[in-house]
DNA sequence: GCTTGATCTCAAGTTAACTTGAGGTTGCAT
DNA sequence: ATGCAACCTCAAGTTAACTTGAGATCAAGC
């Protein structure tokens, strides 16, 4: 096993820390893809551990599995990825970040100003007006902070 | 209603955003209490447009209703919040926040080095050979990026 | 050949966070 | 005083992402 090409479900598990169970799951939702013995048991690429690893990250960024399949559908299960893959899939992850670090930033700048001005207590915040004059006259803003 | 103390759970809904349902869900598990007409109505606070934000806010940050809950309990219901209440929450968020931050930047830099290196096509990259050569001899380390 | 841990399938359960639907009541404008 | 949108309760359904359990088979060391 440890030095073969195939490498069986379980190991695939330790390899990656996640349970047998999801790497069943993961398989039948497309991200993997598994050959079988004669005996039916699962043989994966040891590539794959490479597969499952990204997956974990991409649900760290907040993907859900169905986009994730979207994403890995560029990684042809059968060959080594090539380095071109690699790049392609890493950059589209890379503006995934980007773009949740920036939410994060903008979030936290809101929340700082509203920090600073005291909102909520002493009625001078605009935002806090917002809720409360401003709002007491027709529809307003929906969402105190966005 | 307008300029009244008391709003309904419409209008609640209305200046949130949330579906009407969701704010009963939001009562239900105790991120929201509610007052009753006569006959029955919820009548919340106008505060409590703002404690809706908040879950919202808190949501994006990848909390649970549960922490959440945790984290509003600290805000009194039945009295208006004070500056220290304001301040004490935003803090524990921004906290929240900067680590959030933090994790995506370290993985960034992680997938940066990894597309920088050519991963998974060479066979000259550390992390690749974490998998492959490394992973042959024994237990070795569990995920590639962390 | 036998034992034992690893696997297999399939169905059902779980948690979070809500939504939907049925059937009935309220509140406010006219 | 009446109509109708907005409310109410309670039960059940939904989606995501898995886990758990039952009952059976496989693979590999001794």
Do not use: H
């Not at 004669?38 to 690429?45: D, E, H, M, P």
């Amino acid at each position: 096993m440890i030095q073969d090409r195939f490498i069986s479900i379980g190991y695939l598990a330790r390899r990656t820390g996640v349970a047998v169970s999801a790497i069943r799951f993961y398989e039948e939702k497309g991200l993997l893809t598994a050959l079988r013995t004669s005996g039916n048991q699962r043989r994966f690429l040891r590539s794959d551990i490479r597969r499952v690893s990204f997956v974990l990250i991409a649900q760290k960024l907040g993907l859900g599995l169905a986009e994730i399949e979207r994403e890995l559908s560029a990684l042809p299960q059968g060959r080594t990825p090539t380095l071109e893959d690699w790049e392609n899939i890493s950059l589209s992850m890379r503006e995934a970040i980007d773009a949740k670090i920036a939410l994060l930033e903008l979030t936290r700048r809101k929340l700082d100003e509203c920090i600073g001005c005291g909102c909520l207590s002493l009625g001078k915040c605009r935002l806090y007006n917002r809720d409360d004059e401003a709002g007491a006259q027709g529809p307003g803003p929906r969402f105190v902070l966005k």
